[in-house]
C-alpha cells in the first residue's frame, strides 16, 4: 500500500490587477467583471497555499523539505508577482486576463517545472478570504 502523504506550505503576496477583455466594450466589462474592471486598478491580498503529495523519503521521512519549497515559492511566485501590477508588470499575464483561475494555473505550471515529476501537485489560490480557487483539480 502506497504511503502518501500530502504537505502544504501557505505564502502570500500583494498584486494589482484589472479583469477585462480588451474585444469587449467599457460598458460590457464592467457588466461582466463589476468593480473589477475598474480601468485603474485594484489591489488584493493573496494567500497561496501549494500542496504536493508524495511518499515521505527513507532517509528523511519528509516527502519534500520546506524549506525548499518555500524558497520555491519565494523564487518563482514571490519575486515575480509580490508587489506587481499583474496586467502591466508581468510577463505571464500580458494577453492572459488575471483571474484567480489564470493566476492558480499559471502558478501551476511555474511550479511544476521546478518539482520533481513524482509528486503530486496542487494550487489554492485565495483571492478573498471568501473566493478561492484551486488548480488542478
Ligand atoms: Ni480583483
Redesign the pocket.
Known amino acids: 500500500m502506497s504511503k502518501k502523504v500530502a504537505v502544504f506550505r501557505k505564502e502570500h503576496f500583494n498584486a494589482a490587477?484589472r479583469?477585462f477583455n480588451p474585444g469587449w466594450d467599457d460598458e460590457t466589462n464592467e457588466k461582466i467583471f463589476g468593480k473589477?474592471s475598474l480601468p485603474n486598478f485594484?489591489g488584493?491580498n493573496y494567500e497561496l497555499e501549494v500542496k504536493v503529495v508524495g511518499e515521505p523519503d527513507p532517509q528523511t521521512g519528509y516527502v519534500m523539505d520546506m524549506k525548499v519549497l518555500s524558497d520555491l515559492i519565494k523564487n518563482e511566485i514571490h519575486s515575480r508577482f509580490d508587489h506587481k501590477n499583474l496586467n502591466l508588470d508581468t510577463e505571464e499575464f500580458k494577453g492572459v486576463n488575471p483571474t484567480a483561475e489564470n493566476i492558480a494555473i499559471v502558478i501551476y505550471e511555474l511550479l511544476r517545472n521546478k518539482i520533481e515529476s513524482k509528486f503530486d501537485l496542487q494550487i489554492r489560490l485565495y483571492?478573498t478570504p471568501r473566493n478561492y480557487v484551486e488548480y488542478p483539480i
Request: with cysteine; glycine share 0%.
Open positions: 490587477h479583469l473589477c485594484h488584493h483571492e
